[in-house]
């Protein structure tokens, strides 16, 4: 299995940024697809999830701002991130849960400032 997240970048505030992830290889269901950040000197954390049944959950701090969305049929994970701010600068991961394993894709940097 690997995962491909794509769509990081440099925005201002208050601006919106789609990120994107492809898995591929042996993805079976149920399975839950989420996108986790990383800010420097901090720990991992999770942003958004969401299970091939169509459940979503947010972290508090990204509610009524991001959207996770997902194509089951092309294997894919979005994150629509609007009113974004400075403190959403991270990198960010896609991670992919199924049969008791997990698999992440490699970073995005999403930088927001002006």
């Known amino acids: 299995v690997q995962l491909q997240a794509s769509g990081g970048g440099l925005v201002q505030p208050g601006g919106s940024l789609r990120l994107s992830c492809a898995a591929s290889?042996?993805?079976?269901?149920?399975?839950?697809m989420g996108w986790y950040r990383q800010a420097p000197g901090k720990q991992r954390e999770l942003v958004a999830a969401s299970t091939s049944g169509g459940s979503t959950n947010y972290v508090d701090s990204v509610k009524d701002r991001f959207i996770i969305s997902r194509d089951n049929a092309k294997n894919m994970v979005y994150l629509q991130m609007n009113s974004l701010k400075p403190e959403d600068t991270a990198v960010y991961y896609c991670k992919l849960n199924q049969a008791y394993r997990s698999y992440w894709g490699q970073g995005t940097q999403v930088t927001v400032s002006s």
């Open positions: 290889g042996s993805i079976f269901r149920p399975n839950a």
